[in-house]
């Protein structure tokens, strides 16, 4: 991995080791949001998630706590999610019958 990060032109050299070893130390912050972070795209990217992995219903939930311009952006999508919720919930009830 780390001879990966080694800067073209410097393959096989000691500054080019140097430089590979610092590179792969650097530690990226994790792309997952803290759950306590109320921003837009914290907030869109946990939603996200969520969509990913099938659950709809917390991702309507999580997008439900985005303000501002942000939720205007989303407000189409929010809309047809919840309404597709509600639909799926009414054919799992009747379906209890």
Same mark, same amino acid.
């Given at each position: 991995m780390k001879s990966a990060l080694v800067p073209v032109g410097l393959e096989g050299t000691g500054a080019g080791r140097f430089l590979g070893n610092i590179l792969a130390s650097v530690r990226? %912050?994790?792309?997952t949001p803290e %759950?306590?972070?109320k921003s837009p795209e914290a907030l869109l990217t946990r939603a996200r998630t969520y969509v990913d992995a099938g659950d709809v219903d917390t991702a309507v939930g999580v997008l439900g706590q985005v303000e501002g311009p942000a939720r205007l952006e989303i407000s189409d999508w929010l809309k047809d999610a919840s309404a597709r919720l509600a639909c799926d919930r009414a054919v799992a009830n009747l379906a209890k019958y």
């Open positions: 990226m %912050p994790a792309l %759950p306590s972070e």
